[in-house]
């Protein structure tokens, strides 16, 4: 199990599109670090809007590394998925594509173990995406921005807030939402493996899964009432974002943050149940149509 | 001989009941105009619907005429722009025209009512009614109405430098405008909790800062008021 775990990373390591993934997060925040290094306070403006009618505030404090790598996951993790896609995508169909998924089922290993062993490795993919993305996106702002407390912009419900979080409470709370992001994408990661027993090819389950995943996004993101309630709840995107909920820190009753705490653990964890079924659903259901696939023809 | 002696009392009880609200108000100015400049360093607690923000350490600085700066020790700080109406000397340092407003009780500490209406026509502070504790000659309560920035008010509870004039405790409340993102422009994440704007709307903001200590009349740079 362990070697061909080994020869999965051996072969993703291999590819050039896996290099294509840290590529493009390299170019992406390299991007926002210039524009907000250039001009980062018009960004600032749009999010303070008439708060700065009534306070001062030091706007250049504010635009610092931690501040950076929120807005920088903030976009980018709407678009990694689709980088996931490309890996997991590839993971039976490319097989299938090249011919060698007889060869590899001829192999004294189950077909469950594959499916298994592939996940494992998509999701190793996925996790160095993230690590890479920590490198990039925190700790060279960090050197680049320099440190202090964060500001988070948030609409809650119908009331828009700010929250300050201090400097030294701040890192725990990447580390767990790094983490949690994993677990997010390894949910796109097992969809995209899951499509990919279908197809031929990979350009098939690559195009499905983003599709699928912007479809999702977009439902997720439309305020009607009618929407909130029936379709979001069972849409896997409505809880992509929960990692920012380790950012929304918890509050006395005169609205003071309370250091190293969460507004709402309970809803962080339901998500997080809510994805890891999503895990066990896609896997199982790949395991169960994978077992059963005409590989002769 | 009777009416000797009544005479005699009235002569002396009279100028204290009868504090003209003029000569009270220059009472307490003379006080605040012994400060020419004080750094103080204090805490800040900030109470906005909107903002969620720790207490900060601030510095406070202030210098003659009107020079006030507020400045956060470490971290991020929200300041109130009118921030700089917690020096009485902002109140008390214009011309104006006093009229008695009559008296009132803060916590049981009977004041005198002092209304201020600034001579100058052209000036932001259209009213500043003050507060004044007629046995300690200190400003217990201001509030100054704005042409741009609405009324604040200023609730000052004083300790160790009562003599200056300076309070050990300001508690300053502004209005706040609201603040309102448009949806979908910060991808949140919705953990199902309900908020109506309805319920926050319209509230007042206010600042309570605390003071430590006091450096008075030592001198301070200019170059702390632009930085």
Redesign the interface.
């Known amino acids: 199990m362990w070697s061909l775990f080994s020869i999965e990373l051996y072969k993703i390591s291999k590819r050039p599109r896996t290099y294509i993934a840290f590529i493009a997060i390299t170019a992406i925040v390299g991007i926002f670090q210039f524009a907000f290094k250039a001009d980062g306070t018009n960004y600032m403006n749009l999010?303070l809007?008439?708060?700065q009618?009534?306070?001062?505030?030091?706007k250049t404090?504010?635009i610092n590394g931690y501040f950076m790598c929120y807005i920088i996951l903030?976009t980018l993790l709407?678009q990694v998925p689709i980088l996931v896609a490309l890996i997991a995508g590839d993971a039976i169909s490319g097989e299938a594509n090249m011919g060698t998924l007889r060869l590899l089922l001829t192999k004294p290993v189950t077909r469950t173990q594959v499916i298994l062993v592939k996940f494992a490795a998509s999701t190793v993919y996925t996790i160095m995406l993230l690590i890479w993305m920590a490198v990039t996106a925190l700790f060279l702002s960090m050197y680049i921005f320099g440190v202090?407390?964060m500001?988070i912009?948030?609409?809650?419900?119908?009331?828009?807030?700010?929250?300050?979080i201090?400097?030294d409470d701040i890192m725990w709370r990447y580390i767990a939402a790094f983490g949690y992001a994993a677990v997010a994408l390894s949910v796109i990661a097992a969809l995209a493996m899951f499509l990919s027993i279908f197809a031929e090819n990979s350009i098939g389950p690559i195009i499905a899964t983003v599709c699928i995943v912007i479809v999702c996004t977009v439902i997720s993101?439309i305020?009607l009432p009618v929407i909130?309630d029936n379709v979001?709840p069972y849409l896997f995107t409505?809880y992509l974002?929960?990692?920012?909920?380790f950012f929304?820190?918890g509050?006395n009753a005169?609205?003071?943050?309370i250091?190293g705490s969460l507004?709402?653990w309970p809803?962080?964890r339901n998500?997080l149940l809510i994805l890891f079924g999503h895990i066990g659903v896609l896997l199982t259901a790949s395991v169960v149509v994978f077992n059963k696939k005409d590989i002769l023809s | 001989m009777k009416n000797l002696l009544f005479l005699f009392f009235l002569g002396f009880t009279l100028p204290v009941f009868a504090q003209d609200i003029n000569s009270l108000v220059a009472s307490a100015r003379k006080k605040i105009d012994a400060v020419n400049d004080y750094e103080a360093s204090g805490r800040m607690k900030t109470n906005v619907t909107f903002l969620k923000v720790p207490v900060a350490t601030v510095s406070i600085y202030f210098k003659k005429p009107n020079k006030l700066k507020v400045k956060s020790e470490k971290g991020i700080s929200f300041v109130p722009k009118g921030a700089v109406s917690i020096n009485m000397s902002n109140i008390l340092g214009s011309d104006f025209t006093v009229i008695d407003g009559g008296d009132d009780k803060i916590n049981g500490v009977p004041v005198k009512i002092a209304r201020l209406l600034p001579t100058d026509e052209n000036s932001d502070v259209v009213l500043s009614t003050v507060y004044i504790d007629p046995v300690k000659n200190l400003i217990m309560k201001a509030r100054t109405t704005t042409r741009e920035n609405g009324t604040y008010e200023l609730e000052m509870s004083y300790g160790k430098f009562a003599a200056f004039g300076l309070p050990d405790k300001i508690i300053f409340s502004f209005n706040t405008k609201d603040y309102k993102l448009p949806k979908g422009v910060t991808f949140d994440f919705d953990d199902g909790t309900k908020i109506k704007a309805s319920d926050v709307k319209n509230k007042k903001g206010r600042a309570e800062i605390t003071f430590k200590n006091y450096i008075i009349n030592k001198g301070i740079s200019d170059a702390i008021f632009t930085k």
Do not use: C, H
């Not at chain 1, 009618?53 to 030091?58: A, H």
């Not at chain 1, 974002?241 to 909920?245: A, D, F, L, Q, S």
């Open positions: 999010m809007q008439s708060v009618d009534t306070f001062d505030l030091d404090k504010a903030n709407i202090d407390d500001l912009f948030r609409v809650k419900g119908e009331e828009s807030q700010i929250l300050q201090t400097k993101n305020n909130d979001k409505s974002v929960g990692w920012k909920g929304y820190i509050t005169d609205g003071e943050p250091k507004e709402n809803a962080i998500s």
